[in-house]
């Protein structure tokens, strides 16, 4: 009988939610097959199995929370018994195993009256020093299942421990981990709120139980603060309208305003580096890269993918690097390493109409960029005219314990700059 466990996922994952089985107990698998939907703090990913057979038994259900190693469930690699029932179906071993669990010793000893058989057998376990006698496949099934044998009391008359009290001792050890976590989940169902009206009660997803904790948490550990300014996307606007059935018949993409969001953010970064920083302990990290998260809304909450290298990009690479991830974030189809890293983050909430907002940091970045509606308003020029102008206000949260407000006010106010003037932009890369 083999095993199907968690495997190592990513650095920074140690568990997740099984959020569907893609297979069914009797069905037959084959080695490689993805059996199981996890569902993780970042994306959802399969789980495959390293041998086939026939799975005989699911350990975890949909809807558990599960570990790294966890075992979630049994396959039979014969197809019709398990290992331990076809090993030990009469009770006997194979003669050379014989030898291995009777010494000579023991053979030559009387054996005990039954009421004693036991504690003397219990006796000789409890002895540190004495190894415990147990058959070779025995001590291979205590391995698999990671069992020390010296724990472990025999039932057998004459002290062997056999396969069948290994595997009762991993089985209660299964039963014992899921006392403790139903035990913790029997605490938090008595501290929900009890309403005297209709209500319905939703299980938040793993991945909105990340977003939570990771937004309290940055609320609690960073000095944070919103400076805000409002921008003119008069000239990119204009920009766009004179460029974009060119650049979308020749990129293939089309021109939007992520890419002159970026190019500014990124020419900006370079300008007052503290942005593109991270606090590690009592110790500022400079980063002399430019990794541009692109917060991206779906139906089961925020998720950030990385531009790499933006400043490297053009404007058409940068646009085909958005939808192609806006894609897979909406198809469920991002990978661990588009989620990973980032200096800095951009995000718009002007797609949902939103005017004003204050953006909370994507730990442990120390800035990011919020982008809103575009909204036409009545606006005083330098000469003193009044014209209507497409405005966009803009807010930049920022880590105050490395980031002063001088430098973050100038920091935007030099984004509002280069986008009132995006020919720029394009001058200077």
């Known amino acids: 009988m083999k095993e199907i466990t968690i495997p190592e ?15 069914k107990e009797g069905d037959k698998v084959e080695k490689g097959d993805a059996v199981v939907e996890l569902e993780t703090d970042k994306v959802n990913v399969e789980v495959n199995t390293e041998f086939g057979g026939v799975l005989t038994e699911i350990v975890a259900g949909e809807g558990e929370d599960v570990e790294i190693g966890d075992v979630i469930a049994k396959v039979d690699e014969t197809g019709t018994a398990s290992v331990g029932a076809s090993e030990e179906k009469s009770g006997e071993t194979k003669p050379e195993e014989k030898e291995a669990e009777a010494p000579k010793e023991e053979k030559k000893e009387e054996p005990a009256p039954a009421t004693k058989e036991e504690p003397a057998a219990k006796d000789e376990q409890q002895d540190p020093n004495k190894a415990p006698v147990a058959a070779p496949a025995t001590r291979k099934r205590a391995r698999e299942l990671g069992i020390d044998l010296k724990e472990l009391y025999p039932k057998d008359p004459l002290g062997r421990i056999r396969i069948e009290d290994v595997e009762q001792a991993a089985k ?99 300008e007052f580096p503290l942005l593109n920083a991270e606090i590690q302990g009592d110790e500022i990290v400079k980063k002399n890269f430019y990794d541009i998260g692109m917060a991206v809304s779906t139906e089961e909450g925020l998720v950030v993918p990385v531009v790499r290298d933006a400043d490297r990009l053009d404007f058409a690479g940068i646009e085909k690097q958005v939808a192609d991830l806006a894609i897979k974030a909406r198809d469920k189809k991002l990978g661990m390493e588009e989620l990973q890293g980032g200096t800095f983050t951009i995000t718009n909430g002007g797609t949902f109409g939103s005017l004003l907002s204050t953006p909370i940091l994507n730990s442990p970045q120390v800035g990011i960029l919020g982008m809103h509606k575009i909204q036409k308003r009545a606006m005083v020029m ?23 407000g001088r430098e973050a006010v100038q920091f935007l106010v030099r984004i509002k700059e280069m986008l009132e003037d995006p020919y720029s932009l394009l001058l200077e890369g």
Do not use: C
């Open 9 to 23: 996922l990513a650095e920074s994952i140690t568990e997740g939610t099984i959020s569907e089985w893609l297979v």
């Open 172 to 270: 209660e050890k299964v039963e014992s981990s899921k006392k403790e976590k139903d035990s913790g989940k029997a605490s938090k169902e008595a501290e929900k709120t009890e309403f005297n009206k209709p209500v319905e009660r939703v299980r938040m997803s793993r991945r909105r139980q990340t977003i939570a904790k990771r937004l309290v948490d940055v609320q609690h550990t960073a000095a944070m603060l919103t400076t805000f300014n409002e921008v003119d996307m008069t000239a990119v606007m204009n920009l766009r309208k004179e460029r974009k059935e060119d650049f979308q018949e020749k990129h293939g993409v089309k021109l939007g305003f992520m890419s002159f969001f970026t190019k500014a953010v990124v020419g900006a970064l370079k």
């Open 382 to 404: 330098p000469d003193d005219s009044i014209e209507v102008r497409p405005m966009m206000y803009l807010a930049l949260s920022y880590d105050h314990r490395i980031v002063d």
